[in-house]
């Protein structure tokens, strides 16, 4: 038989999406629902393994997919050591970093374990690709400014990479060739300046730069140490308040774009005031990362779930068009740019990396 598909597996908290490629095309694709009762059984992440693995086993019988004819199984990336940006061989120094949770506990750490469980059944490679610990920071950009605090690599990876990789083949140069900045904006935001194809600096989307729909991004650190020390609220409560009930949310209620861009038409003035803000902060945190690369930017790209808005869009490229031209790929498809990931190493495009080579292993 031949080998000639790649599966695709992204975990998540109570689902599991798995995907089949013939090189650029999706055939097949299922998410996998995972009942809370279920997952109630596991104490940890990765006890849910063996389960989530008979799970996708029964989906590939279903589908008539014989495993004799992958050649390849990719999976998301997890909570690993910082490491640079790639695609990466499941290794067992791997897997053994998924398992205790070495960065915490996320469903992501699954992903290159169920590729490897898969993968290995049929002796064949399997691979995760630029999970959200990819650290390429230049060694300036991780002072804080208070000795205790580092600043961390904590990015959109898969789809920031994912998007610079198409825009270097749309123009035909190499991505290690180009200067990017790119936006990915979603639930988080992420900015970062590509530098000859390396994320060498990003606001950490859970906590610095922009609001986005529902986080806070940076705010007036004098008024954050009181409201902290004011007894109203827990440590728990703050932090929900600056994440899962921030930005849009906090001052509309809502965390839909398309709602807020619906008041809007109906001549809602406070909630266009807000989402001005956020476009605004948005188009202030590309300018100041413009200044990373010194000016030298071949493009500006835009991506993300809040790009399918034209309205916040445009906003955005009357403050930023100056620096360099606008791209605009909205939405965000984790599955393509994990079969493209793996596509790159297998086509021989690139090397595929070896983890525990690339990481700090007495970190």
Wanted: contains cysteine; proline residues 3%; aromatic residues 6%.
């Amino acid at each position: 038989m031949e080998r000639k598909y790649v599966l695709a597996i992204n975990p998540g908290s109570t689902s599991t999406k798995v995907s089949l490629f013939e090189e650029n095309k999706e055939l097949t694709t299922f998410k996998i629902d995972h009942r809370k009762e279920e997952l109630d059984n596991y104490k940890r992440i990765a006890d849910q393994y063996d389960y989530r693995l008979n799970l996708i086993k029964d989906w590939l019988h279903s589908e008539n997919i014989d495993g004799g004819s992958l050649k390849a199984v990719v999976g998301r990336g997890g909570l690993l050591r910082p490491m640079p940006g790639g695609t990466y061989i499941v290794s067992d120094f791997m897997i053994e970093d998924l398992k205790v949770g070495i960065q915490g506990e996320h469903a992501s750490n699954l992903g290159g374990m169920l590729a490897k469980g898969l993968a290995d059944l049929e002796n064949i490679p399997s691979f995760i690709v630029d999970p959200v610990a990819v650290d390429e920071f230049h060694e300036v950009a991780r002072i804080s400014g208070l000795n205790e605090i580092s600043r961390k690599s904590l990015i959109h990876a898969l789809n920031i990479k994912a998007v610079a990789h198409r825009r270097a083949n749309e123009v035909n140069r190499d991505l290690e060739d180009m200067n990017l900045l790119v936006a990915h904006l979603g639930g988080g935001i992420s900015i970062a300046p590509i530098e000859n194809g390396k994320m060498i600096d990003v606001n950490n989307a859970k906590e610095m730069g922009p609001f986005s729909p529902d986080r806070t991004g940076g705010l007036p650190m004098g008024d954050i140490v009181k409201i902290c020390y004011s007894g109203k609220y827990t440590l728990d409560e703050m932090k929900l308040k600056v994440q899962g009930e921030g930005g849009l949310f906090s001052y509309l209620g809502t965390m839909d774009g398309r709602e807020v861009e619906d008041r809007i038409n109906k001549g809602d003035n406070y909630s266009k005031l807000i989402y001005d803000a956020m476009a605004y902060q948005i188009g202030k945190e590309i300018g100041a990362y413009s200044t990373v690369l010194n000016g030298e930017v071949d493009n500006i790209i835009l991506t993300g779930g809040l790009a399918y808005s034209s309205y916040l869009m445009e906003k955005i490229k009357e403050m930023v068009e100056f620096i360099a031209e606008v791209i605009v790929y909205p939405g965000e498809d984790e599955m393509d740019a994990l079969n493209k990931g793996a596509l790159r190493v297998i086509n021989g495009n690139e090397e595929a990396k070896i983890y525990e080579t690339e990481v700090d292993i007495n970190g």
